[in-house]
């Protein structure tokens, strides 16, 4: 059976869902998205994905073509359409449709699309084992902080890693971890100091990251913000990414050095515990 997505104002069939090739995400990457975790048929941090997703549109100087109700009031129904009981919302507003011009177009049509992926949130086997890494240059643009579809760089980071044998990778600039793929870097150290990397321009501003910085220093985990080396990573006791399609994942092995003797870490295990509990209750 196939997903009920939604176009422009409808729901349809994935299938009957079609988009001009004169829409500027797909001639420009020029549009900007969002990725919500549903957990029980419940969104999880919708608001400040929604907060984001202003930015992104601010930092573009792109306009938000459905309310913020509609946009709320669309995530829930494609729940309820695809029965979606865990997984993932992705949405999408593009700068619309217009004649390939690189200046931003005087009233195009701008496109809005959101769809579901079901998808093992709560106990994914790699939440137990752990995953490896390896780490590549970054070589993507200065605004990172802005949430666009440009992410071709990212893929042919994971292309690597899957060329690697490992399962993701991390990215690093001047000597230091940017961020992953698709998620934040965290390390431990001392068993009970989480570093990351601090908000800039080279960064997306990770909606789980904020989240889980919050719950540790609530755990009384101090959290540095700071950048830190493939080398301290190596010899951190433990290191983890976060990501709303991952929440806290750990990870095990950094370019085929063994973190923490190659198992998930007790810090790791508990922030995600509690990440996927306060979660839960929503
Ligand atoms: N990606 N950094 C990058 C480059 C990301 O693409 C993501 C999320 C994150 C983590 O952000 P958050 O905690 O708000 O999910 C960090 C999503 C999940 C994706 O592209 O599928």
């Known amino acids: 059976m196939s997903r009920?997505?939604?176009?422009?104002?409808?729901?349809?069939?994935?299938?009957?869902?079609?988009?001009?090739?004169?829409?500027?995400?797909f001639l420009f990457a020029d549009g900007i998205y969002e990725v919500t975790a549903v957990i029980n048929g419940k969104m999880v941090d919708f608001e400040p994905h929604m907060a984001r997703l202003h930015r992104s549109l601010g930092?573009?100087?792109?306009?938000?073509?459905?309310?913020?109700?509609?946009l709320k009031a669309m995530h829930l129904e494609l729940i309820s359409r695809n029965s979606?009981?865990?997984?993932?919302?992705?949405?999408?507003?593009?700068?619309?449709?217009?004649?390939?011009?690189?200046?931003?177009?005087?009233?195009?049509?701008?496109?809005?699309?959101?769809?579901?992926?079901?998808?093992?949130?709560?106990?994914?086997?790699?939440a137990k084992t752990g995953i490896s890494i390896i780490t590549v240059p970054d070589i993507r643009w200065q605004r990172r902080d802005i949430k666009t579809t440009g992410m071709l760089a990212q893929a042919m980071a994971k292309e690597a890693a899957k060329?690697?044998?490992?399962?993701?990778?991390?990215?690093?600039e001047d000597g230091f971890?940017?961020?992953?793929?698709?998620?934040?870097?965290?390390?431990?150290?001392?068993?009970?100091?989480?570093?990351?990397?601090?908000?800039?321009?080279?960064?997306?501003?990770?909606?789980?990251?904020?989240a889980i910085m919050t719950l540790a220093e609530k755990g009384d985990i101090t959290v540095e913000e700071r950048p830190f080396t493939v080398d301290e990573a190596k010899a951190a006791c433990e290191a983890f990414l976060t990501s709303a399609s991952s929440f806290v994942t750990p990870v095990v092995e950094?370019?085929?050095a063994r973190i923490g003797g190659g198992q998930?870490?007790?810090v790791t295990r508990k922030l995600r515990e509690i990440y996927v509990s306060a979660a839960r209750n929503g």
């Open 59 to 70: 930092e573009l100087g792109m306009a938000q073509p459905v309310s913020d109700a509609d």
């Open 163 to 172: 060329r690697a044998g490992a399962n993701d990778a991390w990215m690093v």
């Open 84 to 126: 979606l009981n865990e997984g993932l919302i992705y949405m999408q507003i593009t700068r619309g449709v217009a004649e390939r011009d690189f200046g931003y177009p005087e009233n195009a049509r701008q496109t809005v699309v959101g769809f579901t992926q079901a998808k093992e949130l709560i106990d994914p086997p790699l």
């Open 254 to 256: 950094i370019d085929g």
């Open 177 to 210: 971890v940017t961020e992953g793929t698709s998620n934040t870097a965290f390390i431990v150290l001392d068993d009970d100091i989480l570093v990351t990397r601090p908000l800039s321009n080279q960064i997306l501003p990770g909606i789980t990251r904020r």
């Open 264 to 266: 998930p870490g007790p």
């Open 4 to 25: 009920i997505v939604y176009l422009n104002g409808e729901y349809v069939a994935e299938e009957d869902a079609k988009i001009s090739i004169f829409d500027r995400a």
